[in-house]
């Protein structure tokens, strides 16, 4: 509730369900402004705990607060900047500086989290006295509701926008939660015993910490080098496409990514080689424009001539797609030729074929399999197979 409040009055227009550029960047950068407020001010009373208690479990989890404040600072940066148009330095946009940001809120939190190894381990070796009364145990426990209440903030705004580092804020902030409830168990248990209770939950948070940090880390890089597309956007992209008049197939769809919604597509369409050149240019700009007008893509498309009035290259063409699809429907044809030897009799059969990363068979296998099964229609046919690797 109090989150939909929030996005109500800082983001005009905002209907929880479709979300215009403008908004997206918008509500990111409230979640940051909001995780900044909220952390500094539990790092603030953290501290203040810390130094009445002397804990370091306490004071660990108070920077952790800050580091937290100091990511936000940089989710906000990172939002901002990847608004800013396209320029001639960055001629696709500066989406991708929210995954930069992304990636320094995962190096801060994996360099933390080493620190508190580092001061929770001393801690165990060297104990320090712990005073800690029943009032301040409580104060203590009641961070853990402003960041419970944190956690689902960035888990709404996260899905809403879909944002990685909104994810990851949220991920951080629930670790979190987890982290001050294992030193407040500390803090009580302390009490009954000479066993170094503080420096153990120390060490339990910063193992959390460097957890959370590297999958973030992880995740992150991945998407900076490339990751395969989303596979629903690359559905609605195809049947986009396949709507468009006077495409008979898609295939070679290749997406690159600049940013959350900000999308640069290649793709090979199939289209009728009867007509001429100035007709498939326009039914490939037609489709480009249709797509661009339902998603987020900038699409450019390669016709790949399609005969749809031989009888006999129509015939050769299902035969070769029947024994594809019944070797391994996986498989995917297209750009098929033939070609006749002087008695005008099919000798050979030109394609390309899409297989799968770490297929398990090789080229020459596969070409081997295909042609024994074709060779019920000629004995002494032979396939020309032009192998490509799926981007998706």
Known sequence: MLTSLILNLTVPGIN??????????????????????????????????????GSIAMAADAVNNLSD???????????RLSSQPPDAEHP???????YVAALIVALLIFCLGMNFLKDSVISVFHPSQITCSNT???????????????????????????????KAAALDSLSDCLGTLLVIGALISSRYTAFPLDGTAGIVIAGMILWAGGNILKETVNKLL????????????????????GIDGVHDIIIHNYGENSYYATAHAEISCDGDRFSAHDILENAEIAVAGKLPVHLLLHGDPYNTANPEVILWRGRMENTVAGFDSNLKLYDFRLDKDENGNVCELAFHLLIPHKYGMS?????????????????DIQLDILFLKSFI
């Open 16 to 53: 929880g369900t479709t979300l215009s550029a403008r908004q997206r960047n918008r509500c990111g950068i409230v979640s940051g402004i909001t995780g900044i407020v909220c952390n500094i001010i539990l790092a603030v009373t953290k501290v203040a705990l810390a130094v009445i208690t």
């Open 92 to 98: 696709f946009g500066h989406g991708r500086s929210e």
């Open 136 to 166: 301040v145990i409580i104060i203590f426990a009641a961070t853990v509701l402003v960041k419970c209440w944190l956690f689902f903030f960035y888990r709404k705004i996260g899905r809403l926008i879909n944002s990685d580092v909104i």
């Open 363 to 379: 080229s020459k296998e596969i070409k081997e399999e295909l042609r024994n099964r074709m060779s019920v229609y000629n004995p």
């Open 226 to 245: 490339g990751t395969p597309p989303d596979s629903e956007l690359v559905e609605k992209i195809r049947q986009a496409i396949l709507e468009s008049p």
């Open 69 to 79: 404040a100091g990511s936000g600072i940089i989710t906000v940066a990172g939002f």
